[in-house]
């Protein structure tokens, strides 16, 4: 199909692809890649949305509770293993095409991140601090509210973070369903052998996740509570220890 | 059920093939990632340096990591080495941050002791710190082995064979029986190399073992 063995050929097609995302006849209209761009950030961040109003509550939950922490760890467990294809796949023909299949897909893909940014936010929190609030006569209520969810919040975007970021790299899988979005260019590149126009969609899918992401770190940044430093790793937690 | 039976034989091809491309980037996953591991956890440069890397390959979606591959480093979209390479990528990024973080999680007074006792640099490193570190090792391979698994699936969009090929032929014509036997299939793979890996790694650490009495 395409052999690269030419010298420069990468330059060429790096040059042709981005050539391709800027030529003017390319980037609007119904299809070009302002509205495919929207589509994938629309289908991306309803799909987040919809598995927040179910994972997080449940997860504040079981971090504030301790009850039913199995149960998470089972679930991102068994979620990891299933193929995010065979998932997309089954439920369009189960659901039929249109929204609703993908999108419910991309729901249940982003329940796990949230599950867990959620759950492990609140259990990270000092008992020290939550034990002090109850001493100081706090309710339950006012203590995962105004305790723990402050202190849970960095963790707890980068549930968010990771959702996210799963759900976007699915959106593109899932144009094969067909559904709308940058996925698109790959699928509608591929059997024409339009090499040019599939690497134009994949550059601006790693590009479209390089800046969420990004954009997330930003957030957790700023919703860092300040006198709270995330432990990044082991290190860090040792020298705290210390 | 009869559609299993008359398909029995492509059914167990693409499940080897899945195997085939599944094995790769986790053996050489941990392979790339205990070094380089071990030079983020020793020195403040590399880990800072190698971290963002792995973090940064971490957030490319798997499909256009397929893509952009062959451009990059001059092979044929449809070879599958792309598939194989791309994984490995991600268990070397995946992988890192835990060898990082289990090597740092062995204790300063075991490292000290080990010098005192008259350990060389590098008998510290293979047989103090790194058996001490494996537990975390191994819990972090389990993960990156169910995920690579799930992900060589993908690869049969862009042509690369795999227990994959029974999602998209299913879909194009439209048979749940296929799909579900595809997602099966991978679990049954995804179950064997972590029942794999939890055996050895209880091999490696027999004092993890709870004593018999």
């Known amino acids: ?242 | 059920m009869e559609w299993i039976f008359a398909n029995a034989e492509n059914i167990w091809r693409l499940t080897r093939d899945h195997f085939a491309l599944s094995l790769p980037p986790i053996v050489l996953g941990l392979v790339f990632s205990l070094p380089l591991g071990w030079l983020a956890h020793r020195y403040r440069w590399s880990r800072g340096a190698l971290l963002t890397v792995s973090g940064l390959l971490y957030t490319i979606p798997s499909l256009p990591l397929f893509v952009i591959l062959p451009v990059l480093i001059g092979t044929k979209i449809l070879d599958p080495i792309n598939v194989v390479i791309a994984l490995t990528l991600y268990a070397v990024a995946l992988l890192l941050r835990t060898v990082t973080e289990a090597f740092d999680s062995v204790s300063p007074e075991v490292r000290q002791s080990s010098l005192a006792v008259g350990f060389s640099p590098l008998q510290r490193v293979t047989r103090v710190e790194l058996p001490l570190a494996l537990p975390i090792v191994v819990a972090g391979l389990r993960v990156v082995s169910a995920s690579t698994v799930s992900l060589v699936s993908v690869g049969s969009l862009i042509g690369v064979s795999s227990l994959g090929d029974l999602f998209t032929s299913g879909f194009q014509r439209d048979f749940p029986t296929e799909i579900m036997v595809g997602i099966g299939g991978t679990i049954l793979i995804a179950g064997l190399l972590d029942l794999l890996i939890v055996l050895g790694g209880r091999w490696c650490t027999p004092w993890m073992r709870p004593a018999r009495s």
């Not at chain 1, 997080?56 to 299933?82: K, N, S």
């Not at chain 1, 991140?113 to 006012?142: H, I, K, N």
């Not at chain 1, 723990?148 to 759900?167: D, H, N, T, Y």
């Open chain 1, 1 to 242: 199909m395409y052999s690269l063995d030419a010298a420069g050929s990468l330059m060429n097609y790096l040059w042709d692809s981005i050539l391709w995302i800027f030529t003017p006849a390319h980037l609007s209209g119904p299809t070009g890649v302002w509205a495919r761009l929207g589509e994938h950030l629309f289908y991306s961040g309803l799909s987040v949305l919809c598995a927040a109003v179910i994972a997080t509550p449940l997860g504040l939950f079981i971090g504030h509770t301790g009850r039913g922490r199995a149960l998470v760890i089972w679930l991102t467990g068994a979620l990891r293993a299933l193929p995010t294809l065979g998932l997309v796949t089954l439920l369009a023909l189960l659901l039929g095409l249109g929204l609703l299949a993908p999108l419910l897909a991309l729901t249940v893909l982003a329940i796990p991140p949230l599950l867990a940014g959620a759950y492990a936010g609140v259990e990270s929190v000092d008992p020290a601090a939550s034990g002090a609030a109850r001493a100081v006569g706090m309710t339950e209520w006012q203590i995962l509210t105004r305790v723990e969810v402050p202190l849970a919040l960095p963790l707890l975007v980068g549930g968010f973070r990771s959702a996210f970021l799963q759900v976007v790299a699915t959106a593109t899988v899932a144009a094969f369903v067909p559904l709308g979005g940058l996925g698109r260019f790959i699928f509608d590149g591929l059997p024409v052998r339009d090499y040019p126009q599939m690497l134009a969609g994949a550059i601006l899918v790693i590009v479209l996740a390089l800046v969420s992401d990004a954009v997330f770190a930003l957030i957790q940044r700023i919703v860092t509570p300040r006198g709270v430093r995330v432990a990044r790793s082991g290190q860090d937690h040792a020298e705290i220890l210390r």
